[in-house]
């Protein structure tokens, strides 16, 4: 009987184990929905997932483990939201500027539509590794918009646009978490004036700041 090639042996094992971490990670979604972060116990995901405990270790050693894991699916659900919002680079500082609306209409979607993330974050605001983790989330996509928004501004006020960026994405967070807290409607209108302050905060630094050679349809 011929011998099987390594990728021809590799690649099964590879698939059971994707489809493995994939299963635990949906368990572990599971109980988070239906009895929140506090509730979430190795032996109940694992029971969940239809695997024994011994054999979860396999690809995560301990609960923290999955929470990181789980945290990074939705850290790239938010960046490929980000990516898809700016597919094209904005023209002028009004579709910019009308983009970061959008940005934060979707935050605000994508957390209602996955309670599960607002449960992760508040849940785990004392594990250091995920707060890391939210950090380094944070500092990518501010990376990515300022460097959307730097080509508009002369290069002596890149610092203070950073810093007005960085503050903007902070308030955004913290006005979709403060939404969430609302019954729909009124969590929407919270949303509605979230995005009146964001426009004039940064529409006055646009009108301050802004590139004095720049022609008036990039503005």
């Known amino acids: 009987m011929p011998h099987k090639k390594l990728n021809e042996v590799r690649e099964p094992q590879q698939l059971r184990s994707i489809q493995r971490t994939d299963s635990i990670l949906a368990a572990a979604e599971a109980i988070i929905l239906e009895k929140g972060y506090a509730k979430l116990t190795i032996t109940e995901i694992a029971e969940c997932a239809q695997i024994t405990a011994s ?16 945290a990074r699916r939705y850290g790239c659900v938010f960046h490929e939201m980000f990516h898809d919002v700016y597919r094209d680079r904005p023209q002028n500082l009004k579709d910019h500027a009308q983009r970061l ?37 944070a500092a990518r996509n501010l990376a990515f918009h300022v460097e959307l928004a730097a080509p508009f501004f002369p290069e002596a006020c890149h610092d203070e646009m950073r810093r007005r960026l960085q503050l903007l ?10 939404a969430l807290e609302f019954p729909d409607e009124e969590g929407r209108r919270l949303i509605e004036s979230a995005k009146a302050m964001v426009t004039s905060s940064w529409w006055d630094f646009v009108q301050s700041h802004q590139e004095p050679h720049l022609s008036p349809e990039l503005i």
């Open 101 to 137: 609306l959008v940005v934060l209409d979707n935050y605000f979607e994508i957390h209602t539509k996955n309670p599960v993330i607002r449960d992760l974050w508040m849940g785990a605001a004392t594990d250091k590794e995920m707060q890391n983790l939210i950090k380094e989330e």
């Open 169 to 178: 994405m902070q308030f955004g967070v913290s006005s979709v978490l403060l």
């Open 55 to 70: 054999s979860m270790y396999q690809y995560y050693h301990n609960k923290s483990e999955i929470i990181l894991a789980l």
